[in-house]
Every structure is written in C-alpha cells, then in structure tokens.
C-alpha cells in the first residue's frame, strides 16, 4: 500500500446522506472520550487512544478518506503537538523545576508569606490568583493548582479549601495556558491567524480577569471579606486585565499570561505597602460552601527570618528573566526567523473542502527560533545568573523529561486527533449541521 497519492480527494458533507445522522457519527470518538473519561474514569491517554482509532475507522469506512490521507493527517498532528506545543509546554516546566531543584521557589514562597499581609483575602489574591496566573504562564498544564494549593496550605488554609481557591483562580489565565499553548494549537488546527485569534481572546478574558479576585474574596471570606479588601481586589484584578489586553493585542498570546501576571503581582505588593485591610480579624469568615465546610485559616507554623533583598532578588529572577526574554522575542519578531514551510507529503492540496470550495493546504511552519526557544534561552540565563552546576541543571531537565511522558503522548494523541477531524471532513460535518440549524436565525 503506497502512502502518496495523486488526485485530490473532496470531502463529503453528508456521507449518509442525512445531515443529523452523519453529524452523530461525526461525534462518535468525541462522545466515547467523553463517557471513557468522565463515566469510566479512564486515563486521558487511553481514552483519546480510544477515540482516535474510532475516528481513523469512521473516516475510512464512512467518509471514505484514502488510507494515505488518514495517516498523514494523523501524523501531521502528532508533529505540530510535538513542535511548538510540546516544546513550549517542556520548557516552561523546565525552569519551574530548576527554580525547585536549586531552592529558589521555596524563597518565592517564603516571599508570598511575608507580602500577603496575613490575611487570607489577600493570600489569596496574590497566591492563587497573580502567583498561579504567573505559572500559568509560564508552566500550564496541572502546575498552577498544585503548586498554589499547596503554597495556600502552607500558610493555613484547609486542603480542601485551598483545592477549591486555586482552580476558581485559574479560570482566567487558563485560556492563554501555558505560554499560548491553547491560542497557539487553536491556530494550528483551525488554521486561523494567530495574532488574529490572540487579539479576540485578549479582548473577552480581562473581563473575567477583572472580577476574579473578588469573586475569590467573596470565596474565601464572603462579603463582610470582600468590604474589608475589595482595595486589594480591584488593584490586582484591574492591572491584570489591563496588561492581558495590551500584551494579547500589541505583542501576541506567548507573554499575555507571564506579564500580566507580574504587572498584578509588582501593582498588589506596592500597594500592600501603602495599604492594609480594615478590621481586626484577619482570618477567612467562618461560611458553608458546597458541603457545608466550614472556610478557616489556621495559624501558620512558624517560618525563618524575613527574606533579605538579594533573596527576594532570587526568588523574582527567574520570572523576570522569563517576562524580559518573552517581551524582547516578541518585540524583536525572532519567532519568525529561520521559519521553514514544509509540505506534508500527499496531504498538502491533496483534500478539497466541500464546504468552502478550495484545496485544503497542509504546510508545517517549522519555527526554530519558536517560544520554546526563547523560553529556553531564559532558563540558560537563569542557570548562568545563578552559577547552578552542569549536573543540576542537566538533572532537572531529565526529571522534566520523565514528567511529561504520559501528559505528552496524550497531547500528541488528541492534536493528532483535531487533525484528522478537520482533513476528513467530520469536523466540517458537524459544523454544516450546527449552520443549518442555525439557518432559520440568520434571517
């Protein structure tokens, strides 16, 4: 069997002619990832495996795709999740770990104790919000909610509590993830503009952005907690939309994360010293929530003396580093040098879009100067700045290896999954169906 052919294959829109029953077995593998994971609690890794191998039969048997065709889709996926997206994603958790592993995010930590003001509204503005928007930024994927969790803990919250404020923080600056990571793959798979789709992103979010640290106020402490530091609230809440916006507009998705989040933290931290919340009692009210648990911050343990100015220099200098290198890229347009179009064998102008009448192009860009470079480059500094050994670093990134094993083959998976979704037709099958149902409307 030869994987090049020759002619150009054109999707069918309705290939059991009946455009609700080929929209329900487009959404087949969707639906089995979805029972898989959500009913059978299944691993993300084998419930997308699942649904890749029941869309690559769907597409054979009912959308008649040539075998050539399914697997170079597929395969271009797998190489557009393994470069940038997974660059990207191994790098940002790289310099997390190196901050680890030579004990500068514990200064950070022991930096947040001090700067929260000992109260829990404000630890959990400057923690769960601009510290987890920052790793966010930088790291994506679980990292934001684990480490916040457990940074929140550490300073008295309940676990369970600390679980609950660390995810409701995340729902801003997750949808610029991990470097763009999810503005980048969007991108890559729809084939859309990326500045495009950064600026549309860039002017939707900031508002939740904005109301965030209020709502977690209210969270943690409930009204009486948000009129006693609404302040604080509207600082952080305001200079992290405002910075998302301008970076997610002017600059592109890569920094919208990493700088806003800096900008929060600079803006809350100078105005904590100029400001303190009203009222004596400084502890997280004593309110049902879902369960009815109660909300309650213990004492913390005792800690060390206060961090000295060259340690909070430490602490803040890999983040720096990462926000300057982020910018200068960016400012710079290194992202595109070097850029490398490669045609995908047989797929590139081989499939015809029913719906839209034209070729469908498959042209990898190829960038080696990419964000995973360029965050890279800042992990390099960071080690150099810091004197950190060859062997240190080398280990933290062999450990950075091992941790995204699973977590990248899935992601590789699932891409490779949009792809073959979007060269067989079955993405434009679905989207045919929700246009005439939306047909009546338009009128």
């Not at 430490?314 to 720096?320: D, I, M, Q, R, S």
């Not at 926000?323 to 890229?329: D, K």
């Not at 891409?415 to 009128?443: C, D, E, H, I, K």
């Amino acid at each position: 069997m030869t994987l090049v052919t020759t002619a150009i294959w054109p999707q069918p829109l309705d290939p059991l002619h009946s455009s609700v029953l080929s929209a329900l077995v487009a959404a087949l593998p969707l639906i089995l990832i979805l029972v898989l994971m959500g009913g059978l609690r299944k691993s993300g890794l084998f419930a997308s495996a699942c649904g890749l191998g029941a869309a690559g039969l769907l597409a054979m048997l009912i959308w008649h795709m040539p075998f050539a065709l399914l697997l170079w889709s597929t395969a271009y996926g797998f190489i557009y999740a393994l470069w940038p997206v997974l660059w990207i994603v191994f790098s940002g958790l790289w310099l997390y770990n190196l901050t680890q592993d030579t004990g500068k995010f514990e200064l950070l930590r022991r930096w947040m104790e001090e700067n929260a003001s000992g109260d829990a509204c404000i630890q959990a503005i400057l923690v769960a919000f601009c510290f987890g928007a920052l790793l966010e930024g930088s790291a994506g994927f679980g990292a934001p909610v684990a480490v916040t969790a457990c940074l929140l803990v550490g300073l008295g919250f309940e676990p369970r509590r600390a679980v609950i404020v660390a995810l409701i923080a995340n729902t801003a600056p997750v949808a610029f993830g991990g470097l763009g990571i999810p503005i980048v793959a969007l991108a890559g798979v729809t084939g859309l503009d990326l500045s495009r789709l950064s600026a549309m992103v860039g002017r939707q979010v900031p508002f939740l952005s904005f109301i965030l640290p209020a709502y977690l106020v209210w969270v943690v402490a409930g009204g009486k907690g948000l009129r006693r530091t609404w302040p604080a609230a509207l600082v952080a809440g305001s200079t992290f939309a405002l910075a998302q916006f301008l970076v997610s507009n002017l600059w592109g998705p890569y920094a919208a994360d990493v700088v806003a989040a800096s900008a929060s933290i600079a803006a809350s931290v100078a105005f904590l010293r100029v400001w303190t919340p009203g009222g004596a009692d400084r502890r997280a009210e004593r309110r049902p929530l879902g369960d009815g648990s109660p909300v309650s911050v213990a004492a913390p343990d005792p800690r060390p003396g206060a961090l000295s100015s060259r340690q909070a220099f430490a602490a803040w200098l890999p983040w720096v580093t990462l926000s300057a290198v982020m910018i200068l890229w960016s400012y710079l347009k290194l992202l595109q040098k070097g850029q490398v179009a490669i045609p995908i064998p047989s797929l590139h102008n081989g499939v015809f879009i029913t719906l839209y009448q034209k070729p469908y192009s498959a042209l990898y860009s190829f960038q080696p100067l990419g964000a995973g470079t360029a965050v890279f480059v800042a992990i390099v500094l960071t080690a150099l700045c810091f004197g950190v050994r060859g062997q240190v670093f080398l280990r933290s990134g062999s450990k950075t290896l091992r941790q995204l094993r699973l977590p990248g083959l899935t992601v590789m998976v699932i891409v490779g999954l949009a792809y073959l979704y979007n060269y067989s037709g079955m993405a434009y099958t679905l989207g045919g169906l929700r246009l005439g149902l939306a047909q009546p409307f338009l009128w």
